[in-house]
């Protein structure tokens, strides 16, 4: 697959700052790939070193085979900052068609990013007027404009509200289904929702995971929950015989392998009466979020707990 | 140039819709009135063209006014953009930094024209019409006024950017502009007249004081037009430096276009080496 962004080895420092250090990710047309991270991972500096506003001090990229930054690569991309203010004096229609000329795109294609970002009712109002939903609408809406092969987009989804987040992904699918190679960054993985094919995790500047979830999911190989809920006055016999911790009064957690679930679970059955409810819990995506970007799996500290039974 | 065009036009739009922009115009405008006003009074027999007489005195007005407007136009220009984050949209599609400030330069150039038109073209209509019409050549004065404002504008708009796109702030930028319009418009004349007093009829004032006159784009701009109108009919402090003048006439004119044309060049340097 030709790829349409594609760094090798990119490493960059800001005089003392190693900002990042030998990134190679691509991203092929049609794919779109969530890059996380943590403040200060190094996801803003990425996508600056794409856009060629800034130079890497080590290794390369390339857009649809161009240098960052020339004209032809240029053409190629379009993006939406972290934070952006557009002139409050403009009407949202006046910022689209602004960016549209400023790319060369087809005047048509204003008023269809309009109506495709749910703004049409409001273009012709200033921004000044838009609530922060619709002004992330339209940085999304002047990012879309002019058909780019490549859509680079810095959180775009921090700050909005679940639903607008869904719309959102929504949009981003369907431009990606038309070929659009999309990468997004994110501080965390549950707000994208396990919409993106791939996943990308850096952390202090180092890549530290890139695949399908699913297949980070297998990789990170966490432990399942298990929670049992003891009969009356029986949660120190349940204790004695499963392990785990006491959270409560009359509760057990504990955690094992995938490979050892069954195996506690008809222990667990053996039990009888002792046992009231049982709790499976597999990894929720945000643990496996900080299992690749706190670098293992945070100890879980439960301090003794007294109970009076 | 496509894109110098759009974004021109966009600068004008964003400038017409700004309320400082508008409120010193109407502030131009205010003055200009009052100078008809007070131009017109029945003051003596004295008939020198009454229009002319206004434009005089609003040419000295401008010399403060028009300077201030056009670094209000321009100090945000870059460190605004920077700030607000549509830097990184405009220089991330395929225009070239000097385009864009070209761009810039020519939408506030515009707006700056319209402000100043609208000021002194109504303030002269009305001077002209106040003593019952007159000779038409005292609206070429009127015109004459309106293109040098114009010009001297566009000086402090380039030299706005210089300050814009050499800071990441706007508040920074916007210090700056002030310390620009203060030290050009006030602070330089004092130092020249403080020089003048210094020594009365040396070296300094015959062969130094004339050239730094010309040097800075306002004094220049000020003697344009003191040269152009009668100035003796006017009277002006600065007219008996008048015969040694290095450049005279039109020609003086060259100090803000040359000001103008090295403030872009150099705007445009800085800007290339901005790392939005
Ligand atoms: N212009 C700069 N000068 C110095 N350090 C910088 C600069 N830009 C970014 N950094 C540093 O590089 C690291 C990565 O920053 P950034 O890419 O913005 O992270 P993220 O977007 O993932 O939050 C941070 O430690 C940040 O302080
Ligand atoms: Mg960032």
Known sequence: MTEIVKARNVSMKFKAVEALTDVSLGVAPGEQVALLGHNGAGKTTLFRLILGFIKPTAGSISIAGFMPGSDAARHVVSYLPEQVAFPKMLTGREVVRFYA???????????????????????DRRVDTYSKGMRQRLGLAQALVGNPRLLLLDEPTSGLDPLSRQHFYELIADVSRRGCAVLLSSHGL??????????????????????????????????????????????????????????????????????????????????????????????????????????GIEQIQRGEIQCTA | MHGVITIAATEIRIGLRNRWIILSSLILLAFALILVLLGS??????????????????????????????????????????????????????????????????????????????????????????????????????????????ILGATFIAIGYIASASVRQTGTAAALAIAIWLFAVVLYDLALLGGLLASQDGFFARTVFPWLLVFNPADAFRLYNMSAIDALAVGSNLGGAGSALPLSGLATMVSPVAWTAIALGLSTFILKRVRP
């Open chain 2, 41 to 150: 009074a029945p003051g003596g027999e004295v008939k020198t063209d009454a229009v002319t007489v206004v434009v005089a005195s609003l040419s000295t007005l401008s010399v403060y006014l028009v300077p201030l407007i056009a670094l209000l136009l321009s100090y945000d220009a870059i460190a605004g953009e920077i700030d607000r984050g549509t830097l990184q949209l405009v220089l991330a599609s395929p225009v070239s930094r000097g385009a864009v400030l070209v761009g810039k330069f020519l939408g506030h150039v515009a707006v700056l024209a319209i402000a100043v038109s609208f000021g002194y073209g109504i303030a002269g209509l009305v001077a002209f019409l106040a003593n019952g019409g007159g000779e038409a050549v005292a609206l070429i004065g009127v015109g004459r006024l309106i293109a040098s404002s114009t």
């Open chain 1, 101 to 123: 000329r400023l790319k060369g795109a087809a005047p048509e294609g204003v008023q269809a990013v309009l109506d495709k970002v749910e703004l049409v009712e409001a273009a």
């Open chain 1, 190 to 295: 549950s707000e994208l929702e396990a919409k993106t094919d791939r996943v990308a995790i850096m952390r202090k500047g180092r890549l530290v995971a890139d695949g399908p979830l699913a297949e980070l999911q297998h990789q990170a190989d966490l432990p399942i929950r298990i929670r049992v809920r003891a009969a009356a006055g029986a949660v120190a016999s349940v204790h004695a015989e499963i392990g785990g911790g006491r959270i409560n009064c009359a509760s057990v957690e504990l955690y094992c392998a995938k490979g050892d679930k069954m195996r506690i679970l008809s222990k667990i059955s053996g039990l009888g009466a002792q046992v009231e409810d049982v709790d499976v819990a597999s990894p929720t995506l945000d643990e496996v979020y900080r299992y690749f970007s706190n670098n």
